[in-house]
């Protein structure tokens, strides 16, 4: 009779159901990820329906590429009374039709109403603006390319016993 109770009570049916808190924090990384995709695939119908009118426009004017593959690591979930803000990392490469290659990757907060999880504003870099104008300058651009030194200013180790 003893083990019948053991068993009886180790029978691991009943599930932990996700708090409020975790499934509003479920459907904002749904929807960010809907909106990823479609801005990836270009789908501009499906943008319009995911994005305030506000943000609208700037992010299909900015749809300049070939290709475009972004990737996304959210770091924190805040969620607020009419509002869920995703804090997330994130890294791009935009390809144009002259097979010129953009490279970039920023931080962002991203905040979605929380009834309709529609993305609201955009705090911080944003990942769906390829900077346009920098593609066709120079044929390739990355945001960790160095800068070159300021004349007259010799950063290798090795020339500062030379003087």
């Given at each position: 009779m003893a083990l019948t109770?053991?068993?009886?009570?180790?029978g691991g049916k009943d599930k932990i159901k996700p708090s409020d808190d975790s499934r509003l924090a479920m459907e904002a990384f749904d929807s960010i990820y809907?909106?990823?995709a479609a801005y990836q695939d270009r789908n501009s119908s499906a943008l319009k329906k995911r994005l305030a009118p506000e943000l609208v426009e700037n992010i299909l004017n900015n749809l300049?590429?070939?290709k475009a593959e972004l990737t996304f690591t959210p770091k924190i979930v805040r969620i607020k009374d009419s509002s869920v803000i995703v804090d997330l990392n994130w890294q791009g490469t935009w390809q144009t039709v002259k097979e010129e290659k953009l490279i970039r990757r920023g931080t962002a907060n991203l905040e979605l109403e929380k009834e309709?999880?529609?993305?609201?504003r955009i705090d911080g870099d944003n990942p769906f603006i390829t900077l346009s104008d920098e593609i066709g300058k120079?044929?390739?651009?990355?945001q960790d390319e160095k800068p070159e030194p300021a004349a007259g200013f010799d950063i290798n180790p090795d020339n500062a016993d030379s003087e």
């Open positions: 109770l053991i068993f009886s009570g180790c809907i909106i990823k300049l590429f070939e309709t999880m529609t993305l609201l120079s044929g390739e651009k990355s």
